[in-house]
């Protein structure tokens, strides 16, 4: 071969091998990017796959939210409401002047004008509602509405007022009655010491129905907190035992008291409470009911329940009134509980142990004709 060509072939040997080389290199670079693009795609989906249930779990969480979330934007359009807003603002508002009642929309254009957070609690609807809003104005001149309903919050709050200035005012009155006593008597020992005897009676009178007060109360606030369910109770001997206390002063009352309990299947409980749930039911059902009349106590079962069932042929109770004996302090007649002794909490005491015990506590009564108390208890297996 001569010179040229070998050098003409070397040279095309040699382009060759560089042009071999460098088309691995150009299938490695395109198989690298492809690998990275691959990596890249793979990492974008992983990252819409968890963007994804990120916006499941928020979803699902303002969505169950008892709490309404309205978020307003910088054009007063509503840009998002959960579920709940729909329940507590109804209309669901579109934009900030579709929020109604009209003193949240006021509260919430006042909060955008002057960029500060503000709460405000507004009474809504028919039956009355509350509602409270806690507006907050957000970076980007959005404002974020959380929209909560406080009624019942309101309610045990009116509710827990009322029992205080109840129970103060049943705690004032003989509280006072013991104070012009105590001065009476201090007074007429040195000018008439012949009127001592019938205020020393008073004194007494009244210190027993402070006392009957806050042992009422006393009771009553142990069983907002439950009965201990803890004993195998005969609710039979309890009510034979009861009735037996209760003869003498039936009879002082000229009320006919007539008690059957025999053989009844044992409930589970506390046996002090029922004790005191049968004491209120007969001891009410004595005071009032007038001389010549009669009351009867019947413990029955029926269907794996306990029915304690008593009856008077009292002065009965108004169909008005029925709905809110069970309440702390309600009273039909005033002057004649207080008289026999009463306190008005002695029905609310039965509810509650009859709650308590899984049970529960139905009134009928007829006006002039009397009344049936009955209390049906799960019997215990
Ligand atoms: P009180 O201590 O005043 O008797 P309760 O809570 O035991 O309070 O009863 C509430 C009210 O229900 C009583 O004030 C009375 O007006 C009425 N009441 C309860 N039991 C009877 C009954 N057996 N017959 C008629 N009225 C009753």
């Not at 990017?33 to 928020?58: G, I, K, M, P, Y």
């Not at 007074?187 to 008439?192: F, G, I, K, Q």
């Amino acid at each position: 071969m001569e010179l040229a060509a070998i050098v003409g072939a070397a040279g095309a040997a040699g382009i060759a091998v560089v042009a071999s080389v460098g088309w691995r290199r150009a299938v490695s670079a395109a198989h690298r990017s492809s690998q990275r693009a691959d990596r890249a795609e793979a990492t974008r989906r992983e990252q819409q796959v968890a963007a994804d249930e990120e916006r499941r779990v928020r979803d699902l969480i303002l969505s169950t939210m008892h709490d309404g979330i309205l978020l307003i934007g910088r054009d007063a359009e509503v840009v998002f409401a959960n579920a709940a807003v729909a329940r507590h603002l109804s209309p669901a508002p579109t934009s900030l002047d579709g929020v109604l009642p009209l003193a949240l929309r006021t509260a919430i254009q006042g909060s955008r004008d002057r960029a500060e957070s503000a709460s405000v609690l507004v009474e809504t609807g028919v039956p009355t509602r509350w509602l409270r809003g806690t507006i907050t104005p957000t970076a980007d001149d959005a404002t974020l509405v959380v929209v909560q309903d406080v009624t019942q919050e309101r309610q045990l709050e009116s509710v827990r007022r009322d029992f205080v200035a109840n129970a103060s005012h049943e705690l004032k009155t003989p509280a006072a009655s013991i104070q012009a006593a105590a001065e009476t008597i201090r007074t007429a020992a040195s000018e008439d010491p012949s009127v001592i005897p019938r205020f020393a009676a008073q004194l007494e009178r009244e210190a027993a129905r402070l006392s009957r007060i806050v042992s009422d109360l006393l009771d009553l606030s142990r069983l907002e907190s439950g009965s201990a369910l803890d004993e195998s109770v005969a609710l039979d001997a309890i009510v034979r035992d009861e009735g037996e206390r209760f003869e003498e002063p039936a009879a002082e009352a000229g009320v006919g008291l007539s008690v059957r309990a025999d053989g009844i299947p044992r409930v589970r409980g506390s046996s002090r409470d029922l004790a005191l749930l049968v004491r209120n039911l007969v001891d009410n059902a004595i005071r009032y009911t007038r001389p010549g009349g009669h009351v009867d106590v019947d413990l029955t079962s029926d269907d794996g329940e306990v029915v304690l069932a008593i009856v008077d042929t009292g002065l009965g109770i108004p169909s008005r009134d029925l709905p809110r004996i069970f309440e702390r302090f309600y009273r039909v007649d005033r002057a004649r509980s207080r008289e026999t002794g009463g306190t008005g909490l002695g029905l609310s005491i039965v509810k509650h142990v009859a709650e308590n015990h899984g049970g529960r506590v139905e009134v009928t009564s007829e006006l002039g004709q009397g009344t049936r108390f009955e209390v049906r208890l799960p019997a215990s297996a």
